[in-house]
T-cell receptor, first 112, second 115 residues
Framework: GENVEQHPSTLSVQEGDSAVIKCTYSDSASNYFPWYKQELGKGPQLIIDIRSNVGEKKDQRIAVTLNKTAKHFSLHITETQPEDSAVYFCAAPWAGSYQLTFGKGTKLSVIP | DTAVSQTPKYLVTQMGNDKSIKCEQNLGHDTMYWYKQDSKKFLKIMFSYNNKELIINETVPNRFSPKSPDKAHLNLHINSLELGDSAVYFC??????????????FGEGSRLTVL
């Protein structure tokens, strides 16, 4: 199966600063890389994803970059706000499968 | 309208008991899943069920069994509960098809505590 490493495990930033979370994956055939946000007491929710035919995707204050050669992808959140505080998970699929393996999560705290 | 709903939200039980968690999705998705999230927030897939195909994570004990009465439901049965089964269990669904992963829609979770 796929092996997904995520760093850092915790991240504290001041409101308005940027936050970056990085993930590496092991299966070079993986072609889909989503990011999920989990708020306290809720299930994870997809916030952005990228497929392997592009190197970057943006949606307002969040962006994901993908480096297929190095097998890593990153989540960038700009102008952070207190409501961005949550646990963020990256994921990648098992080769030839729709099943996702998740990273171990990053707890992001945005300090007002 | 809740897209993926699971019940109960909280479950406290004694070691050795058998319990079930129910899950229903109204999104018309073909694939449903069960994930386990432990106290460190690690999310691990337990099962996926696509039409009639069940894929089991090899690390899941056979005390855990999914049961799908129809496409919209995937229930989780757990026999002979152990302390280590305490976790939050998430049901999810997606419209992914083989080779093409899709967005996962998660339920709100069921917190199981085994005493």
């Amino acid at each position: 199966g796929e092996n997904v490493e995520q760093h850092p495990s915790t991240l504290s930033v001041q409101e308005g600063d940027s936050a970056v979370i990085k993930c590496t994956y092991s299966d070079s055939a993986s072609n889909y890389f989503p990011w999920y946000k989990q708020e306290l007491g809720k299930g994870p929710q997809l916030i952005i994803d990228i497929r392997s035919n592009v190197g970057e995707k943006k949606d307002q204050r969040i962006a994901v970059t993908l480096n297929k050669t190095a097998k890593h992808f990153s989540l960038h959140i700009t102008e952070t706000q207190p409501e961005d505080s949550a646990v963020y998970f990256c994921a990648a699929p098992w080769a030839g499968s729709y099943q996702l393996t998740f990273g171990k999560g990053t707890k992001l705290s945005v300090i007002p | 309208d809740t897209a993926v709903s699971q019940t109960p939200k909280y479950l406290v039980t004694q070691m050795g008991n058998d319990k079930s968690i129910k899950c229903e999705q109204n999104l018309g998705h073909d694939t449903m899943y069960w994930y386990k999230q432990d106290s460190k927030k690690f999310l691990k897939i337990m099962f996926s069920y696509n039409n009639k195909e069940l894929i089991i994570n090899e690390t899941v004990p056979n005390r855990f069994s999914p049961k799908s009465p129809d496409k919209a439901h995937l229930n989780l049965h757990i026999n002979s509960l152990e302390l280590g089964d305490s976790a939050v269990y998430f049901c999810a669904s997606s419209q992914g098809v083989p080779m093409i992963p899709g967005e996962l829609f998660f339920g709100e979770g069921s917190r199981l505590t085994v005493l």
